[in-house]
């Protein structure tokens, strides 16, 4: 190997230096709350399998039918000759479920953004985004070379004002459900200005599709929403649904638009029809009666798991999803306490800047359905016991 460039040692060293340094670890087996770490066992409180449909026996199911059906690879993207009937089955449940005319797969949810915000963004038209959003959203404004205009997180007034400045015509973009927070957007009143001020308005609900609103179908449904209030809709498949992928959900006019110059829907290989025919799967499940209860078991364990907190020391964030953070500020407090947690065999990655503003380092306990009273007791002892000295 030739001699790397000074700057990649330092910028690592850099980051070592802050508490900042980053790296995998491996999970063995599959994605449940009982997981199994270089050898020993945890129960794990961040994933965002809110559900526990990543490891359900009836997407297994599914899973091992279709591929005999469809086999593994799609071979090309949608346009060349990657779209099957699974990609179409699935885009036809979606538009049904959420009611809108049409929805476009995308291979994840990054993409889905990337592709839509810098579709619709444009240096004559300005990007109006909540200072919380996703970097996905971030990252596609910055492709479309328009202008990033950031307002004060879930601040209506804030973001009033920067629609009065703005261009015309242009783009308000915000999260459902906040992901390092767990809040949820004033999207009414978000949708009231957005119309007010001719703006087009997106929401990215990757942590509210599945687990809120009646049938699971997200923080639009939750504030009585429909796409005649707001017309653009990302959803991400790798969360509450348990698959791999994404979706836009849209009218046929805006989807036509996105198909013709989203690039990282044009560009690239289409999901796996086997991931699509689970993911229809799931979709399916999420609107019956056991998704119904699914949703039930989680609401309680978070009622249960805010409750018992009320006497903790720090502060629990005011979210009522599945996203429970833990502010703790100083990211070697945060290593230190999830350190600490570990040792009593409990699993919560520290969640530090640059994915939270500076000062602001958590603990990020996601709480799923597939957790146990048990398990949500003894999250709860690991933090009494992990509290800085
Ligand atoms: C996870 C996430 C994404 C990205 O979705 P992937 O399918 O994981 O690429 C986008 N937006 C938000 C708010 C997310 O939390």
């Known amino acids: 190997m030739p001699k790397l460039p000074d700057w990649i040692e330092s910028s690592l060293l850099e980051r070592q ?25 945890y129960v794990a409180f961040c994933s965002n399998d809110y559900l526990g449909l990543a490891n359900h026996p009836r997407l297994i199911k ?65 990007v109006i985004s909540d200072k919380l959003n996703h970097a996905s959203l971030i990252d596609g404004a910055r492709l479309s070379d328009s202008r990033l205009r950031r307002y004060v997180h879930n601040d209506v007034a804030s973001c009033e004002r920067l629609l009065k400045k703005s261009l015309e015509g242009s783009l308000l973009i915000t999260d459902g459900v906040f992901s390092m927070d767990g809040d949820m957007a004033p999207l009414a009143n978000l949708s009231s200005i957005a119309q007010k001020y001719n703006a087009l308005m997106m929401v990215d609900d990757a942590h509210g599709i599945g687990c809120v609103g009646r049938l699971g ?67 399916s499940l ?59 065999g409990i699993w919560c990655a520290a969640i530090r800047p640059p994915t939270v503003p500076v000062g602001s380092s958590r603990l990020r306990i996601t709480l799923s359905a597939s957790h146990s009273i048990d398990d949500i007791d003894s999250l709860i002892n690991a933090l009494e016991y992990s509290l800085p000295s």
């Open 17 to 41: 230096q802050s508490n900042l340094m980053r790296a995998p670890v491996v999970l063995a087996g599959a994605q449940t709350p009982q997981v199994v770490m270089d050898g020993k066992p």
């Open 62 to 126: 599914a899973l091992k039918q279709s591929v005999d059906e469809c086999g593994v690879g799609s071979g090309a993207s949608h346009l060349v000759i990657g779209h099957t009937s699974s990609h179409e089955k699935l885009e036809n449940e979606i538009a049904q479920w959420l009611g809108c005319e049409r929805v476009l797969l995308f291979s994840a949810g990054y993409m889905a953004n990337l592709g839509a915000v810098a579709a619709l963004g444009h240096k004559t038209r300005d």
């Open 217 to 283: 179908k997200g923080s639009m449904e939750v504030e009585g929403l429909d796409f005649n209030d707001i017309p653009l809709l990302m959803g991400t498949f790798g969360k509450a649904i348990g698959t791999a992928g994404a979706f836009v959900a849209t009218s046929n006019v805006m989807a036509d638009y996105l198909t013709q110059f989203a690039r990282p829907y044009i560009y690239t290989t289409a999901m796996s029809p086997v991931m699509a025919s689970i993911t229809c799967e799931s979709v």
């Open 286 to 344: 999420l609107q019956s009666g056991e998704g119904e209860d699914l949703r039930g078991k989680l609401e309680s364990n978070i009622c249960y798991f805010r409750r018992k907190m009320q006497s903790f020391p720090f502060d629990l964030m005011s979210s009522p999803t599945a996203i429970q953070p833990i502010l703790i500020g100083e990211s070697s407090v945060a290593l230190e306490m999830s350190e600490k947690l570990k040792h009593k």
